[in-house]
T-cell receptor, first 114, second 114 residues
């Protein structure tokens, strides 16, 4: 079966711009979680959506937001980009909430803010 | 909230030797402990997981042990091969409750010398 698909793979944006990242989970998975990965901080939890509802949120500013559609696809948006937002953004899907049965990660979107 | 720490941050072993990666967690309510492997340019991949009602789990060359009293769990890789070289992440969560989330350690880079 198809894995988790994240688009785009790479993105370069200028400070102050906004960006939208997309994630298509494995068919049948209703939970989508987003993580930010940086060399110094590892994997930091952004938020989780389950059946179109945000179920949990990490400690990120309000510039980071997300949503989930009825087909379980999810998008995350970052507004007013800062240099420190440069990171690999990973999406993970799972059958049940919070990856209790194990996450399947996508390959990520590499965001560079210049 | 939960805090997960991994030690050491890097590990180098000779091909054929065993590798042990240790993690500690802070929240005694955590009951689910997965391990992920991340290869260059890819998202993390679940390789093994353990729940708090089990002390040890094996899958071919890899095994995970859990010590709930000491709040630590370890990944054991036997007969290491060059393709085991990657970044390994441990994680912990309590898999019930509206605010549960998977918290990751910062990762360890394993290098297997041929």
């Amino acid at each position: 079966k198809a894995g988790v698909t994240q688009t785009p793979r790479y993105l370069i944006k200028t400070r102050g711009q906004q960006v939208t990242l997309s994630c298509s989970p494995i068919s049948g998975h209703r939970s989508v979680s987003w993580y930010q990965q940086t060399p110094g901080q590892g994997l930091q939890f952004l938020f989780e959506y389950f059946s179109e509802t945000q179920r949990n949120k990490g400690n990120f500013p309000g510039r980071f937001s997300g949503r989930q559609f009825s087909n379980s696809r999810s998008e995350m948006n970052v507004s007013t980009l800062e240099l420190g937002d440069s990171a690999l953004y990973l999406c993970a899907s799972s059958l049940v909430a919070q990856g209790a049965g194990g996450y399947t990660f996508g390959s990520g979107t590499r965001l560079t803010v210049v | 909230g939960e805090n997960v720490e991994q030690h050491p941050s890097t590990l180098s072993v000779q091909e054929g030797d065993s590798a042990v990666i240790k993690c500690t967690y802070s929240d005694s309510a955590s009951n689910y402990f997965p391990w992920y492997k991340q290869e260059l340019g890819k998202g993390p991949q679940l390789i093994i997981d353990i729940r708090s009602n089990v002390g040890e789990k094996k899958d071919q060359r890899i095994a995970v042990t859990l010590n709930k009293t000491a709040k630590h769990f370890s990944l054991h890789i036997t007969e290491t091969q060059p393709e085991d070289s990657a970044v390994y992440f441990c994680a912990a969560s309590f898999s019930t409750g509206a605010n549960s989330k998977l918290t990751f350690g910062k990762g360890i880079t394993l290098s297997v010398r041929p």
